[in-house]
Structures are given as C-alpha cells and as structure tokens.
C-alpha cells in the first residue's frame, strides 16, 4: 500500500521549549499503524498538528503529496485525547449533529449513527444522555464520533484506554474493517501487547524524536537477538557453562538463552538431545515491550 499521509520534518516548542524535533512519518492506506512512546513524548501533539488543531513551527503535513486543507481534514475522523462530546445531550443526537458537521444529510447521518452504535454495543442507551454513561460506554461513543462520517483518514489518540476487554475486541473488528476498506488508521496507544496485535506499521517517538518506524514484522526482525528458548525433559542447568550461552531466565527443564556471536544453535540443540528429550527448540523474537524498552533507551 502506498503511503497517503506524510509528516515531514514536523518541529513544534512550546514556550522555547522543543516538544517535537523533525518528526517525520508515513501512514499507508489500508494500514494500521500504531503510535506509541511514553508520557510526554509528543503523540498528542503531532496528532493535533495532523488535524490542524495545532500549528507546527515548521515542517509540513502532506496528504497525497499536497499540503493538508482544511477540506480535507474534514473528511478526516478525529478522537481527541481531550475527547469533546457533551455531557448533557443524548448520545445519538451528537452524533448525527456530528455527522451533519461533517457534511451528511440528516437522515444519512441518523442511519449510519444507528448502525455503529448498535455495532459498539450501545444501540440500547442510545437516547440517553452522554453523561449517564459509564466511561467505558462514553468511550464507544467517542469512537462513533470519530467514525460516523465514514472518514478518509482516522487518527484516534488512546481509543482503547478504559475499555473492557470485550469493548476492545468491538473497536478493534471496527477499525479493521475500516482499514481493510484501505482507509488510513493512526492510534496512539499505552497498551503494547494489543499495539503489537492490531497493527500493520509502528511508529516509536520519545522525547520529540522519531526512534523507529515502518513495518511491525521488519521492525522485529530487525532488532530480534540471538535469543532461543529450549524445554526439555531433564534438568537445563548444564546451559550455564556451555560456551556462548548466557542464560536470560530458566525454570528447571526450561531455559531462555542468548548466543554469542558464532555460537552454533544446532550443537546446542544435539547437546540437548544427548541429555535426553527436547519438547522444543527455537528462535524467541523480541516483543514489542522489548523493541520500545531498546529503542527508547
Ligand atoms: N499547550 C501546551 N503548552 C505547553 N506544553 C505543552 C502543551 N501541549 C503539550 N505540551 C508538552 O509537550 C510534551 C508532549 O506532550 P504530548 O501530550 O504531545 O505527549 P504524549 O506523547 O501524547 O503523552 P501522553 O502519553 O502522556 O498522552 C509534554 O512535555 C507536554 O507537557
């Protein structure tokens, strides 16, 4: 998939302090890729110069090679950290005046605002009033918002934060079906196993900087170590002393080992098989938890 949306060399201070230092990024159709770095590191802020609510300093935004206009962001899907729906009106109401905002006729609006909050599960509390919600519900919500217009771009800050596990899968089915219909997604999230199940592409920043980016899998590959794991029948504990090996962590039959460089992994395994049954053998990939902790550093 071609990439769509670009942000290129973005820099923004605040108060002659640098929040973010050349950001540059891709975010291809069809893909979801996932934002993530820790408090502080500057994906709220890049996620509000995307959508123009800020202004960077310097650098630009290009949405098919051109810079971003605001008719375009207006067909762009937005959740704000700050989220932004109001507590006292009822829940499909907003929505549909969402949509309309956005450019749909009323009664388009009010057929897809049925459909997507009966798929996020809310389609029962609809009529109520925003702030009758419990937060995991208000959050649903705020994910219809983003999606009722049928956006050409997504960029979702922390669209997972106080869900249930169950409303995750929900929101998780809807935005890949999104992606799938090669719509762009960008999230910001904290919860690295689910970044790490969700998304195609990843995009590290800290302290303003971009770390990594580009393809979850090559990304992996790229910083796997010569890391494998070994169950076997017996006691491991001989591993300790064999050349090259440093043992990472070990249960008894069980061992996580790294291999120095030259380090033959298929003698190991004979050595093993010569101690007596080995139920597996294999290369151990870093998780993503793992890749952010390296990079980061
Ligand atoms: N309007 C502002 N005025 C001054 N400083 C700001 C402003 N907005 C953000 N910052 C600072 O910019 C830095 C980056 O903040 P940002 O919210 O982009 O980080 P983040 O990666 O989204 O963090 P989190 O994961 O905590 O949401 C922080 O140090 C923050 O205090």
């Not at 069809?30 to 800020?54: E, P």
């Not at 006292?88 to 057929?111: D, P």
């Amino acid at each position: 998939m071609t990439s769509v949306l670009h942000v290129d060399g973005v820099s923004r201070a605040f108060d002659g302090r640098p929040v973010l230092s050349e950001v540059s990024f891709q975010v291809a159709g069809g893909r979801m890729t996932g934002f993530v770095g820790a408090n502080g590191a500057g994906k709220t802020t890049t996620m509000r110069i995307i959508l123009g609510v800020l202004a960077a300093d310097s650098g630009d935004v290009l949405w098919r090679g051109k810079p971003l206009s605001r008719e375009v962001r207006q067909r762009f899907g937005y959740m704000p950290e700050e989220r932004g729906l109001y507590p006292k009106m009822s829940v499909m109401e907003q929505i549909v005046y969402l949509g309309q905002l956005h450019g749909l006729s009323r009664a388009s609006a009010a057929g897809k605002a049925t459909k997507l909050l009966d798929r996020l599960g809310l389609g029962e509390r609809a009529g109520e009033k925003l702030e009758k919600l419990s937060l995991g519900n208000q959050q649903r919500a705020q994910v219809a918002a983003a999606l009722v217009h049928d956006p050409e771009m997504l960029v979702l800050d922390e669209p997972f934060s106080g869900l249930d596990p169950l409303a995750v899968d929900v929101v998780v089915d809807v935005l890949r079906e999104r992606a799938a219909s090669g719509v762009p997604v960008l999230f910001s999230s904290h919860q690295l196993e689910l970044v790490e199940r969700l998304c195609d592409d990843l995009v590290i920043i800290a302290g303003g900087t971009i770390r990594a980016a580009g393809d979850r899998a090559r990304l992996r590959e790229s910083y796997a170590l010569p890391r494998f794991q070994l169950h076997t029948g017996a006691d491991v504990s001989w591993l300790a002393s064999w050349p090259g090996v440093t043992v990472v962590e070990s249960d008894g039959t069980r061992a996580v080992i790294d291999l120095a460089d030259g380090a033959d992994d298929q003698k190991l395994l004979r050595a093993a098989l010569d101690r007596g049954a080995v139920r597996s053998f294999g290369p151990v990939s870093p998780t993503l938890a793992e890749i952010f902790r390296e990079v980061i550093r």
